[in-house]
């Protein structure tokens, strides 16, 4: 799996937190994350979410998500995200590195 190219923008969770993505496109790749709690680093699967301007005006126009929980999760609806449109809502359940997270497909994005 390739090593996706910088700048990385590591979305952060919080504990309850709710975030709705339009989902343009995604990639797959890997990334050297460098946990904060004093664990060593190390090398996980990570998906870039491309979103549009309106949802996120600073520069990169997309968000890595590194947890494995998550991609995980993600893997199987992403596909279907760029064939036909669609946004993702991903609810935080807990506090890094043991957060659990609840992901629905929402209706079609607006035009």
């Known amino acids: 799996m390739a090593v996706l190219s910088k700048p990385h923008e590591i979305y952060e969770w919080r504990d309850g937190e709710t975030k709705v993505f339009s989902i343009l496109r ?3 790749g890997e ?3 460098h946990p904060r709690d004093g664990r ?4 996980v699967n990570v998906i870039r979410i491309h979103v549009p301007p ?3 005006n600073t520069y990169p126009p997309y968000w890595d998500l590194t947890s494995q929980r998550l991609v ?3 893997k199987s609806i992403l596909p279907a995200a760029i064939v036909s449109p669609f946004r993702v ?3 935080a359940i807990g506090r ?5 997270y609840s992901v629905s497909r929402l209706p079609e994005r607006p035009a």
């Open 26 to 28: 995604s990639e797959e």
């Open 40 to 43: 060593p680093a190390k090398l």
């Open 72 to 74: 995980g999760q993600l």
């Open 54 to 56: 309106e949802e996120k």
């Open 89 to 91: 809502q991903i609810s």
């Open 96 to 100: 890094a590195p043991t957060t659990h």
């Open 31 to 33: 990334l050297e994350i």
